[in-house]
């Protein structure tokens, strides 16, 4: 019953979420009368486009962006400025009113999942809370609905009058994936899903995803940090470093022909488990840290730890650009 | 010289907490060859760290104790050092890096202060100037840009990868024959992860230092070490040169493990195997095999009788199975 109802239009190809110029400045505080003496530019101006159906991946390093853009795309943080369509409705000139209803259709899963549960409710209150907060049945309808969203995410029904410390970290991402399925939304964003689980349950994890997306057309950006996993799962994937994306292209491209410096060094830099291949394999050792993003270097932001710099990237922000088709870049020298 | 620099032969470490006995680790054996690469994959709580604290005489007492085994180090049983000799040995023949390099530092001492500190602990006479200049040499070592100037910093003025640098270069700061390294790039993004492990590769090699890698990331371990050790439940499951783990795994839980990680050279549309339940808990009486509950090979025999660890093949490769592949 659920299972029809979420079945929304799987067809590939038309854009269920689109994201453009998106920002997220966190002023910071300080001296006297705590006035604004700077801002973090978390987010700086991203453009996306989410295909209905697809998984977008969002990569990035820690302190790059790549959460706050998910947040803010659900509008659980305000972006500063930008605009962010889901079916064609702007988000962020929503009435509070309005948006709420607009969040059955949005939902996230977190990365925690010890902290995203509430200890003292049951996993039956934590999954029936959202559906009764929108008023989806009486319930026994509402009990019903919990006892087959646990079917679903493969947890026991049995289980729906226990609490969250009584399950292991694999089975509380399953109750957390649970509670972002009840209210049957077309969106999913996913803040590193898997990150905190061993690689055992890991793969129990990403399978369910998949097999949840099939089943429901659902839509995702799956936002982590380990490139593996989102290779694995995601139809394309966009790369950002310091609030900004640098290339965005179909999973299986990117990695084969990475155009941006960053991509090919964060690429080269995964480990692959496998002695033949790691023997073979050149890396890029890239020099330094990431910058501040409070005063992000000028141009392309890159350029500090870049080997291919020249005068242009310290002037010039180099714009994301379709280089090749579907395979969208922002550097000055690529390939 | 004995053959082996490091010699654990059935070590067991038992945590006595209300909930019952823990057996974090129970009848561990391995050796370490003087300047080898070993690493030690297997999930949380598969005793991993354990193992390494044990070796360095860190378990927190009580609620845990080494309850039976010998850890030869150089042929002496470490388990039979009294604190003082152990102070000794740690930072000087054994050092460690922990995981997370934000809270392994002291705050309120510079950088440069604290490598000297190790430096002055361990040589006798050495001068204050002296270690001071041991301490800007290390960081010169660990590639700290501006050493001299850097050394008078405080650990918050440095980022996570110069971090745990500076504890790679108190570490080495002695010269030790052994260093333990405990997912010592885990807290760490991965292009600094890159930098770091290509830093501890080079650096142990250059002054013979044998390296124990603790990870749950096999990524890791292929490309760093020349042995390793797979642990599951407290157990070490399997053990073979990194070659052979990788291509003609014997134990089900290392195939298992293999298959459930996505690999980035993969093609597109393969499907990950999962390991289907969870580890064991560990206070609980683990009879036969502990891996049976998992196996997909599971026989009645691997629910009655403990698997030892038994060599497979030509021999070099060793499987706690009765049916290994």
């Known amino acids: 019953m659920v299972q029809q109802q979420m079945a929304t239009s799987t067809a590939t190809g038309t854009t269920l979420v689109e994201v453009k110029g998106l920002k997220v400045h966190f002023p910071i505080k300080g001296g006297l009368f705590n006035r604004t003496i700077a801002h973090v530019k978390a987010v700086d101006g991203v453009d996306l486009t989410i295909r209905r159906g697809e998984t977008l991946g969002l990569v990035g390093e820690s302190g790059c962006g790549k959460s706050t853009t998910g947040r803010a795309i659900l509008q659980l943080i305000k972006p500063t400025g930008g605009s962010v369509k889901l079916n064609g409705v702007e988000l962020t000139k929503l009435p509070p009113s309005e948006l709420r209803k607009k969040r059955a259709e949005m939902q996230m899963i977190f990365q925690d999942p010890f902290g995203s549960l509430d200890p003292r409710f049951t996993v039956g209150q934590i999954i029936a809370e959202p559906l009764e907060n929108f008023k989806r049945g009486n319930a026994r309808e509402i009990r019903e609905q919990v006892a087959h969203l646990l079917e679903v995410v493969g947890l026991n029904p049995y289980y729906v009058n226990r609490f969250p410390h009584e399950f292991s970290g694999g089975q509380r991402q399953r109750i957390g994936i649970a509670r972002a399925l009840a209210l049957r939304p077309s969106f999913i964003v996913a803040d590193e899903p898997v990150s905190a689980l061993d690689v055992s349950i890991q793969a129990q994890v990403v399978n369910l995803l998949q097999d949840l997306q099939a089943e429901f057309g659902l839509t995702y950006l799956f936002v982590a940090h380990n490139l593996s996993v989102v290779k694995h799962i995601s139809d394309r994937v966009a790369v950002m470093y310091l609030g900004r994306i640098v290339e965005l292209a179909e999973s299986e491209k990117l990695y084969e022909l990475p155009l941006h410096p960053y991509t090919q060094a964060l690429l080269s830099a995964i480990p692959v488990p496998d002695p033949e291949v790691e023997a073979r394999r050149k890396r890029i050792i890239l020099e330094g840290d990431v910058p501040s993003p409070v005063n992000p270097p000028s141009g392309c932001n890159f350029h500090p730890r870049c080997w291919k710099a020249q005068q242009i990237c310290r002037e010039v922000t180099p714009p994301l650009e379709e280089k090749e088709r579907n395979h969208y870049v922002a550097c000055h020298f690529p390939g | 010289m004995p053959e082996n ?183 760490l993004d991965v292009t600094i992860q890159a930098q770091i492990l290509e830093l501890m590769k080079g650096l142990a090699k250059e002054f013979g230092t044998a390296l124990m890698l603790i990870t749950h990331d096999l990524g890791v371990v292929a490309g760093t070490c020349e042995d390793v050790i797979v642990m599951y439940a407290g157990h070490i499951v399997e053990s073979a040169p990194v070659r052979q783990i990788f291509q003609t795994p014997a134990h089900p839980y290392t195939i298992g493990l293999l298959q459930s990680i996505p690999r980035l050279d993969e093609k597109r549309g393969t499907r990950l195997t999962p390991i289907p339940g969870q580890p064991p808990d560990l206070s609980r009486e683990i009879i036969g095999c502990p891996y049976a509950s998992r196996c997909p090979r599971v026989q009645p025999r691997c629910r009655q009788e403990r698997p030892e660890l038994k060599p497979v093949g030509r021999g070099e490769q060793l499987a706690a199975c009765f049916y290994p592949s």
């Not at chain 2, 490091?6 to 006995?21: H, M």
């Not at chain 2, 840009?145 to 918050?156: C, E, I, L, Q, V």
């Open chain 2, 5 to 187: 620099l490091l010699e654990v032969n059935n070590l067991k470490t038992y945590f006595f907490t209300r909930g019952g006995v823990v057996k974090a680790v129970d009848d561990v054996s391995f050796t370490m060859r003087s300047g080898e690469a070993l690493g030690v994959v297997g999930e949380s709580g598969c005793g991993k760290s354990v193992t390494a604290l044990s070796i360095i005489r860190l378990i927190a007492s009580p609620p845990g104790k080494i309850v039976g085994g010998e850890i030869l180090f150089n042929g002496e049983n470490i388990l039979e050092k009294n604190n003082e000799e152990m102070t000794e040995l740690r930072g000087s023949k054994i050092s460690m890096i922990f995981q997370d390099p934000m809270t392994s530092l002291n705050p309120v001492f510079t950088i440069g202060y604290q490598i000297a500190e190790t430096v002055k602990r361990h040589r006798k006479g050495i001068s204050n100037d002296q270690a001071w200049q041991r301490a800007i040499e290390m960081l010169d070592l660990v590639r700290i840009p501006d050493a001299r100037r850097r050394a008078k910093s405080y650990p918050h003025e440095f980022s996570g990868g110069m971090r745990q640098r500076v504890m790679i270069a108190i570490a080495l700061a002695c010269n030790p024959q052994l260093l333990i390294a405990d997912e010592p790039t885990t807290a």
